[in-house]
């Protein structure tokens, strides 16, 4: 699976944002058809919207998957006051979706017994997790539930796949535009990533023909 760097990722992320496409919409439905394709019916989901757009792709899929009718919570820990602009808009997509407007880091008192999005950090995260995210990970990898990733594990460092504290164990990684080389790299990235899946939402990085999937 080839990978690339954050700025390689991020540089080609720019250049379709200049067309004028909205690629937020595009991540959430690719995370929301990934979920919906192997979630039993009947699973709770539960999805972690962290304070960036990696936040706004969980939101996004939320509010879809709330629309088919699953049962779907969202925890925004950092509130909705500070989101970017896209995220914000996802923000307002869930609470127009019906979801409920649950902004604090509380999680369920008893173990969570679901499926779990995490949109936390993704491959914005270059500094150790503070304490109360560190806490909020590592409730989720005890419930010892599926987990899947939205473009990295959230914990992990996406250029070197170094553990930046206890990162969230994934059963299954799905990565936006392109793979970090985080997750190809010998190390926690990898072991932490589970089964890595890709969706190029439809951008071209710099050297490739046509898109891929």
Request: with cysteine; glycine share 12%; net charge neutral.
């Amino acid at each position: 699976m080839p990978s690339y760097s954050v700025a390689q990722i991020r540089q080609a992320e720019q250049r379709a944002l200049a067309t004028g496409r909205a690629l937020m919409p595009l991540a959430g439905a690719a995370a929301a058809g990934f979920v919906a394709a192997r979630a039993p019916a009947g699973t709770s989901i539960l999805a972690l919207a962290g304070p960036g757009n990696n936040g706004g792709d969980a939101l996004e899929a939320a509010a879809l998957l709330l629309a088919r009718g699953l049962d779907v919570h969202v925890v925004l820990p950092s509130g909705p006051d500070r989101l970017p602009a896209d995220a914000a808009r996802a923000w307002g997509r869930w609470l127009a979706a019906g979801g409920a407007p649950r902004t604090h880091a509380v999680l369920p008192t008893r173990p969570f017994q679901g499926l779990v999005i995490d949109g936390l950090f993704g491959i914005g995260l270059n500094r150790p997790l503070d304490a109360a995210w560190q806490s909020l990970i590592d409730t989720v990898n005890a419930w010892q539930v599926p987990v899947l990733a939205l473009d990295v594990p959230s914990g992990i460092d996406a250029d070197t796949g170094v553990a930046l504290g206890r990162p969230i164990r994934a059963r299954w990684t799905l990565s936006f535009i392109a793979a970090c080389r985080g997750l190809t790299l010998a190390g926690a990235g990898r072991e932490t990533a589970g089964e890595c899946h890709v969706d190029t939402l439809g951008v071209v990085m710099a050297g490739e023909d046509s898109p891929g999937r």
